[in-house]
Structure formats: C-alpha cells, structure tokens
C-alpha cells in the first residue's frame, strides 16, 4: 500500500497539470493534423500535410531566420551587459540602492509600455531621438531588427543583472581569497573562478531568455508588426498572422508545434550542459 501512497499524494497536482497543459497542448496538435479554418471549421483529417507545406513556405523559413538572429542578438546582450552590470553593482560604491532601483525601473514597465515609449523616441519626425540623429530606426529594414533586439535587451537586462548578482553574492569566497594571497589579478580571478562557479546561474539565465525570446510578440506587434516588408517578422508573429489575418488555424498550430520542438531541443542542450557540470 504505501508503494501508491505517493503517487495517491501527487495524483490531484497531475491532474490539475495534465488539465491545465496536458488538454491545450492535445487540443493544438490535433487541430494541426486537421484541414481546419475559420472559414471551413471542419476536423478533416490530413495527417502530417500541413507540417510538410511548412518546410516548402519560403515565408516561414525566413521567420525563422528571423527568429534566429533576434535570439541570438538578444540572449547575447542580455547576458553579457547583465554580467557587466551585476559585477559593477557588486562593487561598494555610493548611493547602491538607488542604482538597485534605476536597474530595475526597466523590467517593472509591462512590454506593451515599452514599445510604446520607445516608439515616441524614435519617431523620425515627433521623436527626440530619431530627429536628433535623423534615422528612421523602426522603418529603415537596415535597422529595425537591430532596433527592435536593443529595445528588448533594455528591458530584459535588468533582470539578467539581478539574478547574477544575487548569484554572484552567493558564491563561496574561500576560493577567491586564496587566488588572492596567491598573487591572482582581479581579471585572473574573475576568468578562473567567479566564472567557472557562475556557469549554473549563466546556464539557467540561458535557458529562461531563449525560451523568452523565441515567444517574443508583443514588441513586434507594438512596434513593427512585423514589417518594414518582413525584416521583423519573428516565428510567434507569423504564427499570430497566420490564425488570426489569415484564418487558418490548422497551419498555425502545425507552426506553433514546430516552435516548441525548436524551444524543447534548446532546452534540452542547455539540460544537459547544465547537469554535466
């Protein structure tokens, strides 16, 4: 009896998760194995049709190269300004509260707020910014990738920061201190030790932006929907454009599926670097 006493104990939480993400996530593959659309809402069956039109849509392929760059650019700022930031915060340097705060002003604004601040900044013709260097930031498809990626870093650093520094006080100082009576320069100890034992929280953070990033939708729609023409059209947008403007509900499930395998085979190389530290 007591062998099922702890899968009795668990029973009602697998429930209520296999309810709360089991149902949506069977409801969406079945819906992307179907020919269903708002305008013919019938679960014909088409087997795995839609998933290999994706892999023939040029439009598709270009979102996720899109996607591509706009995570790389993003998870890479982020986590190299966060570790800067964190390492400078660490320091004993006046007034550290109120730089706690200015740090975390960023990440309190909601994303809809964001786009929307920065829009008015970098208007070319109302804007302060985009008149005072004359740039057409967010219609220019030379740098409205590049703009949209700088936009995200600035709201999402401030997290970044705050969990590395909170990391980083953490670490044990006994190894520090030894480098220290051995002669080790600051950069010495900082690229042999604080690193190496920061690999963890780096590793985590990795995991949490990716999956952030790749579901990124809110600043595109404020800020570009997607355009000029496709140069920010990230996977989550297209997916979005493909239900809702287009009305095909199958193709955009099949799209969301191929996103998440994208995300869990991501995660699943970050896990494993992970567990073999």
């Known amino acids: 009896m007591r062998r099922f006493e702890g899968l009795l104990f668990g029973l009602p939480g697998l429930l209520v998760l296999a309810g709360v993400v089991g149902v949506p996530l069977f409801y969406t593959l079945g819906l992307s194995l179907t020919s269903y659309t708002f305008l013919r809402p019938r679960w014909d069956w088409i087997g795995f049709q839609n998933y290999l039109e994706l892999l023939q849509d040029a439009y598709f392929v270009h979102a996720l190269t899109v996607s591509a760059i706009y995570v790389a650019l993003t998870v890479g700022l982020s986590l190299g300004l966060g570790l800067l930031l964190a390492v400078l915060l660490q320091q004993p340097v006046p007034l550290r509260g109120l730089h706690y705060f200015a740090v975390s002003l960023p990440m309190l604004i909601a994303p809809v707020g964001v786009g929307l601040i920065w829009k008015m900044l970098l208007h070319p013709e109302l804007g302060p910014l985009g008149r005072l260097m004359g740039l057409d930031f967010l219609g220019d498809a030379r740098l409205a990738l590049l703009t949209l990626a700088l936009i995200d870093v600035w709201q999402q650093v401030s997290l970044v920061a705050l969990i590395l520094l909170a990391g980083l006080r953490s670490l044990p100082k006994e190894p520090l201190e030894a480098a220290f ?59 979005y454009r493909k239900a809702f403007l287009g009305l095909d509900l199958s193709a955009a499930s099949a799209m969301a599926y191929v996103l998440l395998l994208v995300s869990l085979g991501l995660v699943a190389i970050y896990y494993r670097l992970l567990l073999r530290d």
């Open 181 to 239: 009576v051995d002669g080790a320069t600051p950069f010495q100890r900082f690229r042999y030790i604080t690193l190496p034992l920061l690999r963890p929280v780096l590793l985590i953070l990795l995991i949490l932006q990716t999956v952030a990033e790749l579901r990124t939708y809110d600043l595109v729609y404020v800020l570009t929907r997607g355009g000029p023409g496709s140069a920010t059209e990230l996977v989550s947008y297209f997916i």
